[in-house]
């Protein structure tokens, strides 16, 4: 698959502002390796800048594991050190510099978390990824994805694998995966957004009843933190100019490329998920026939 322009070339006088500012919404004491793959992924993928927003009390647990490319916004917590609730007006204020969002990866399910994340679906004007604890949110609450207004125009990315998806449409996995194609075609139209149902031939759809059945990947990405690198691929493709479907489209195909290129020296059983990331500038260089 080739590339497209912008994400191959780059102007002599272009700066980093120029490829997209990523906030991570990510983490928790129990779930920390999430947002550092996440935000990893996205500064390997092409992010200008990325800033991962976590609990103020694990600050200096992440300087230490954190790339040292990251910046780090330390956010008000709950008392079992995840994002609260009360993080909400220090994130609004960020957010005019701030160019995409990425909601989700290991905020865990404490219920001052999820308020947050459900506050900042309904009321952000930003275009977002949304995946993992971000989906967990929007169970028995589709009805904030419905926007109206200059909002309509904001892209929403939803990222859930079949148990993900079963839930937010209270059916069953099986069901879903007689019908992958359909249903994400069908959930992306009713409430205007994107879907990348993940797994085996993982599917993109969009509003529009567009769709890609994606065929790169292997067994071996099941495994723990791949999907965390996903949502930060794709973050950084929406940061580079691409339109939601193609940014979810290419994001798919290198990760897959990535995953093949690294289970083809670590071994399916062998791969975890950060070896995906030190592959995509591979993916990337054979993409782009450099």
Known sequence: MQLPVQLLHRKAKAHKGDFG??????????????????????????????????????????????????????????????LSIKALAQIKKILDKVDILVVGPGLSQNRSTQNLIRKIIADVNKSMVIDADGL?????????????????????????????????LNISINEIQRSRKDIAQRFAKDYNCIIVLKGYRTVVADAERKAYTNKTGNPGMASAGSGDVLTGMIAAFLGQGLDGFNAAKYA????????????????QPGMIASDIIDKIPEAIKISSKW
Do not use: W
Not at 51 to 74: C, D, H, Q, R, S
Not at 148 to 163: A, E, F, Y
Not at 252 to 267: C, I, N, Q, S
């Open 21 to 82: 500012h990523i906030l991570i919404l990510a983490g928790s004491a129990q779930f920390s390796g999430a947002a550092v793959l996440c935000s990893s992924a996205a500064m390997r993928a092409g992010a200008g800048l990325v800033t991962l927003g976590i609990p103020g009390g694990l600050n200096n647990a992440f300087i230490k594991i954190k790339p040292p490319e990251v910046m780090l916004k330390p956010l008000a917590q709950t008392p079992e050190l995840t």
């Open 136 to 168: 967990n949110a929007l169970v028995g609450h589709l009805d904030l994805l419905h926007i109206t207004g200059h909002r309509s125009q904001v892209v929403r990315i939803l990222t859930p694998h079949p148990g993900e998806m079963s839930r937010l």
């Open 252 to 267: 798919v195909y290198l990760h897959g490329l990535a995953g093949d290129l690294a289970a083809r020296e670590k071994t």
